[in-house]
């Protein structure tokens, strides 16, 4: 995992890059992920700025985010936090091209309190939108106030980092897996074996985990140092691991 100030730099040099210009869109981190953008010396070059739309009328009045989207699945939601990233985007389209521009959102649960069995304090959504693509990954947290929004601010970055990266690329294929795994009480599921191309691994630690539409995922390592991702698809239901090149890492 990057370091913060790490994880800061990086991004702006990526965005440097691929020519892209950034957007924040944020309600419970109530603008930290700009605060850390901005610490870094250069990043007025990409990026822009962002809308800390803490109540859902500064949602739907500043992003552009629709009431009927608010009132059908709650402002802690995949659907709200992609509205969210793309309304940001959105914003600057006048002065750049949508294929400029990139937009990141989180909405959330801080705490203490707030928070509901459906929707439990921790619980955070962050949104992606870019050129082809607007995504939600879903994060529980176990912090207090305070660190349920730093880790949601870095989770955030990360995401940000991994897309810029084109991680999603770095992966060579993917296949269907039988795995061995018990499901944690905050919903993350631990796996201990998987199969890949007919060979059983057994997992050493685990890295990430995240949720999106696709399904539940989490990465892998195994001996010696190799990086899997499994994939726990929604519908229909079943395994997945994604195969991986070398060089790839927990994160």
Request: proline residues 4%; negative net charge; charged residues 20%.
């Amino acid at each position: 995992m990057n370091d913060e100030k790490d994880l800061d730099v990086q991004v702006g040099t990526w965005l440097r890059q691929r020519g892209l210009k950034l957007v924040t869109a944020e309600s419970c981190t109530g603008g930290l992920i700009g605060h850390r953008l901005t610490n870094v010396p250069g990043s007025s070059e990409y990026y822009l700025g962002g809308v800390v739309s803490y109540a859902n009328e500064a949602k739907e009045q500043l992003l552009g985010v629709r009431p009927e989207t608010l009132r059908q699945y709650g402002a802690v939601s995949a659907e709200v936090a992609k509205e969210m990233a793309f309304g940001a985007r959105r914003l600057l389209s006048q002065r750049f091209s949508m294929e400029q521009l990139i937009g990141i959102s989180v909405s959330g649960v801080a705490g203490p309190g707030g928070g509901s069995a459906e929707k439990p304090v921790g619980l955070v959504w962050i949104g992606l939108s870019a050129p082809g693509l607007d995504r939600a990954w879903k994060h529980i947290w176990p912090g207090n106030r305070k660190e349920n929004k730093e880790l949601s601010a870095q989770q955030a970055l990360q995401i940000l980092l991994d897309f810029l990266q084109g991680s999603e690329g770095s992966w060579m294929g993917i296949e269907s897996s039988q795995v061995v795994a018990h499901w944690a009480s905050d919903g993350r599921f631990e796996p201990s074996q998987f199969s890949c191309q007919g060979v059983v691994y057994q997992v050493e630690s685990t890295g990430r985990s995240w949720e999106d539409e696709t399904g539940i995922h989490v990465l892998c390592m195994v001996y010696g140092g190799k990086v899997f991702e499994l994939v726990f698809r929604l519908q229909p239901a079943g395994w997945l691991v994604r195969l991986p090149v070398e060089g790839s890492r927990l994160a």
